[in-house]
Structure formats: C-alpha cells, structure tokens
C-alpha cells in the first residue's frame, strides 16, 4: 500500500534511509522523511505503477546511465553475448511514451512488466530491474549495465552481432542452472552486496547493514587493521614534524 522513495533535489550521495519520503500509491505524503524536499512525479508514477502490478518486487531501481541509455535507444532485443547475460533471465521492453507522469501513463508501463520478468528495457529512457529484495534488484541491474557496456564496446548498437558471438540458449540455460548452484546458501545478490556495504563501512559511513557472521569479523579485523595505520600514520607525521 506503500512505497518509499527519494526525495527530488538531493544528491543520490545525500540519500539516507532517514529522509526517504513514504507515499501511498495513489502519490499522497504518508511520511515526509527528515529531508524537506518532494518527491518527483515522474518517479513515482513508474514506481508505483510497476509496484501495484508487481507484489513479488519489493525493491525497484531505474538508472540512466550512457550505456544503457545508447541500449535503450538502439538495440531491438538484447541478445546473450557475455557472461552477465546469465544473470539477467526474461528481458521485458517499454516503448518511449513522452515523459511519464499521468496517471494514465501507468497500465502500459505495468503491462509491459510481466512476470516473472526482472528486467526492463525502457526505449529510447534507460533501464529498470527489479528484485525481491534490494540486493536482488541491484545485482541485476549491476549485471545489465555490465551486457550495454559490453554492447556499446562492441559495436553492437550499430552492427550486427556475429553468429558465432552469441551464446546458444542450451549454454545460457545450463550457466543459469550452475549459476544458482554456486551461491552458497545466501539470496541473489547477497554476497556481492555485503562486500560493497563493507567497503562504505570501511569509510566511515556506518550503513548499518545486517551483515552475516563471517562479513562481521571480517569488519573486526579490517576495522582493526585500518585503525592501526591510522595510528602509524599519526606518529610518523609527528616525527617528520618534531
């Protein structure tokens, strides 16, 4: 009934959990957040458009970046040409309507996001993915953004793929198979996300993440280790100093 969203004028670095805005999905306030800016119509509209269509997403990302965007404008079908293919499952696509934010704008959007797809294609705009959690919905999109990069590298967005470049659909279905086999117990995304919270905690940021047991002593032991040249780095400055 409820989604939650960031605020329209802050930087994505500015962002915390703490002035997210709480709106309900017919765009009404519910929780403004500690930030007093609004939240933008377009984003909202896709967002809750895709939300109210799509329980078995809890967490939605939408980015605009180069390579995606040059996909989105150029590519007809992507097609499986890297390894990060295998991560990504159905592919769904959105013809460019104008800019989204009519209310009327959301029953093409949700329709064109069926399940079980997790990925989404928004021509000539850039890309969406989704997940059960937020990892999941980040770790595809890491590995989307990782097949435009490899399209736009290649040239493929404005020459044919070569035949003999494409992996076969009994290669990329027995990879999706090994795939899941290789996760070690955790969610999609887990792992990878961990790591990257890891290194923000490593700066200081305090994310507050739920880590597991084994990224908890990891975090002991480099927190540790990285306090101790801190220190080294103070006397030696001293020396110099004196």
Known sequence: DALLINPYGLHFTEVTASNL???????????????????????????????????????LMHIHSAPGIAVSAAVEKIEPVCQANV????????????????????????????APSKTLIMRNHGLLTGGSTIEEAFNTMHFLHQVCQCYVDCGYTSSPIPADRLISQ???????EGNVECRYDTATGVQEFEALARLLDYQGFETGYPYSEASKEILEKQSGKQCGRCVQRTEDLRSSSG
């Open 21 to 59: 805005i709480k709106i309900d999905t017919a765009g009404r306030v519910v929780d403004q957040g500690s930030a007093k800016f609004p939240f933008q119509p377009i984003g909202y509209v896709i967002h809750s458009a895709i939300h109210t269509n799509r329980p078995d997403l809890a967490c």
């Open 87 to 114: 991560e990504l499952g159905e592919i769904s696509y959105h013809s460019f309507r104008g800019v989204v934010f009519n209310p009327e704008d959301k029953e093409p959007l949700s329709r064109d996001f069926p």
């Open 170 to 176: 009994d290669v990329l279905e027995s990879s999706v």
